[in-house]
């Protein structure tokens, strides 16, 4: 895929990743300055919606743009459910800063449309026809472009078309930004594409936006890697995999004996605390390698048996989401949604005894265990394998599979548990994880636990190419461009 980034604007970065070059632009709050010139032309910024991106990226945006006589207006649907939530942080109609959507839509020289996924579908042509001539359209998802592309529509040409995705859910956007407001560069780092550019300025509105709502890196991707790379890591290790793994997990614990707490601790507690927290300082191979001789053979153990069938299941995945088969689940889901709104996922009793655990926790006493780190590792790198059979580039492999797990996801859910990760999210990532953990719940349980065994056969050749894999250089690398300070939500 193309990274070559041309900005009148910002300046350009060029940086290796495992052999491969790419382009990337540096955020940051002395970066603000700058925005005006980048959004020049621009008067109203017009944010429709108030999910889980849409609170975030209207305060942000509005927050950055303190002074420079560029409104940030919230757009919703009439009778709208969160009106009180948008006036709460202070947009309302008194002051101009909230309205109707289609009326928002057609006054904003840029549309930043954040409204559920399925809403996107079932509202796209209004959407079109109320944008004004040369004006610039943008998501933070490639979900429309992707079912547009399965149906052979094309977006109109008399507007351009970004996307900005930042690689967290929306409270890390704002989290971030707001702990972050004394120290340059902290937020959520961001991927950015031009879809359409029709007057030669789409790129610099996209990373301008991009850096407003606290990116301290915007990577460059297309709409169309990104749809495919984040609904597969969605339903794979970032929430559905994770979540399947964890719940089979503690079952297999709880079966070979293991008391209730200490089994959370071992499954839960230990991919959210001290492994991520390792991957993240140190990288995979940074993890791996703090482990004794002892730890390494438990972690290769694990890791020759669980690589395999969670390849096989995300290769699936990604399958199911380049067809436009999870597209169309999540349309269908649409209008079901409406009468049957989806249930919560932590009713059963280990996320009862996480309770528990989080009352008594103590992050001092609690250390890397091997063969946590070798299912969890097999399962991250397997997607990372996936994703470039795909052509995907290595910032994308890295920050889709490793970095956004690590550093903005698993840390909800550390904190009050997996619906509090999962359930920040998208609607299309909350169907998307509901529907494949049940996936790798079984997986795990069929074809790993029921096979592991002290002296199940370590494969070396899969060994070998774990310890050499060019994601350890990529995440070098990538892990150098992440924010200043680690996000707090406990």
């Known amino acids: 895929m193309n990274n070559h980034i041309e900005s ?17 632009v540096r955020g940051g709050r002395d970066k603000f300055a700058l925005l005006p010139q980048a959004f020049v032309g621009i008067e109203q910024i017009g944010v429709i919606g108030w999910g889980s991106q849409g609170p975030a990226q209207a305060q942000n945006l509005r927050d950055s743009l303190v002074g420079t006589g560029i409104k940030v207006k919230v757009g919703l649907q009439a009778g709208s ?44 042509r209004q959407i079109f026809d109320n944008m004004k001539p040369g004006a610039t359209l943008g998501f933070s998802h490639g979900f429309l472009q992707g079912y547009m592309e399965s149906h052979g529509e094309s977006f109109p040409k008399h507007f351009n078309v970004i996307g900005v995705c930042p690689k967290g859910m929306g409270p890390s956007v704002r989290k971030l930004y707001v702990q972050g407001k004394e ?22 509105v996209a990373l301008a936006w991009a850096i407003a709502i606290g990116a301290p890196y915007v990577f460059g ?22 979540h399947g ?36 300082a140190n990288g995979i191979l940074g993890l791996y390698s703090d482990l004794n001789s002892a730890g390494q053979e438990v972690f290769q153990r694990i890791y ?74 097999a399962a991250m790198i397997a997607q990372i394998d ?33 619906a509090h990760m999962i359930d920040n ?23 790993i636990f029921a096979v592991i065994t002290n002296y199940s056969p370590i494969n070396v050749a899969l060994i070998e190419a774990f310890e050499k894999h060019p994601i350890h250089d990529a995440l070098a690398v990538c892990s150098k461009m992440r924010p200043p300070v680690s996000i707090a939500v406990e």
């Not at 169309?224 to 290790?237: C, H, L, V």
């Not at 989401?321 to 932590?346: C, F, Y």
């Not at 996936?439 to 349980?445: C, I, L």
């Open 8 to 24: 009148k604007v910002f300046p350009v970065e060029t940086i290796e990743l495992a052999g491969t070059t790419e382009q990337v």
């Open 81 to 124: 459910n969160s009106r009180s939530k948008a006036e709460a942080a202070g947009f309302t109609e008194s002051d101009g800063t909230l309205g109707e959507m289609f009326d928002v839509i057609q006054e904003s020289d840029l549309v930043i449309i954040l409204i559920a996924d399925s809403a996107q579908i079932e509202h796209r």
């Open 183 to 204: 120290v340059n560069g902290a937020g959520i780092n961001c991927s950015f594409a031009v879809e359409q550019d029709i007057d030669g300025h789409a790129t610099d």
């Open 221 to 242: 991707t297309t709409l169309g890697m990104e749809w495919r790379s984040d609904i597969t890591g969605e339903r794979a290790i970032l929430l559905g995999g994770v």
């Open 245 to 280: 793994i964890v719940e089979a997990f503690y079952r297999y614990l709880r079966d070979k004996g293991f008391p209730e707490k200490s089994a959370f601790v071992m499954s839960v507690g230990n991919i959210t605390g001290p492994i991520s927290r390792a991957i993240s």
């Open 304 to 377: 020759s048996v669980a690589y395999g069938p969670f390849y096989e299941l995300i290769l699936e995945i990604y399958d199911e989401v380049t067809s436009g088969n999870e597209i169309r689940s999540v349309e269908l889901a649409g209008q079901r949604l409406k009468k049957h709104p989806m249930r919560e996922i932590d009713g059963t009793l280990m996320w009862e005894v996480g309770k528990e655990v989080r009352a008594e926790r103590s992050d001092t006493l609690e250390t890397v265990h091997p063969f946590t780190a070798g299912l969890y590792c």
């Open 386 to 418: 996936v994703l470039g059979l795909h052509g995907h580039c290595w910032s994308e492999k890295a920050n889709e599979s490793i970095i956004e797990a690590v550093d903005s996801l698993n840390p909800f859910m550390r904190a009050r548990g997996v």
């Open 425 to 447: 999210c998208s609607t299309t990532a909350r169907l998307g994880a509901r529907k494949w953990a049940p996936r790798f719940d079984y997986v795990a349980m069929q074809q």
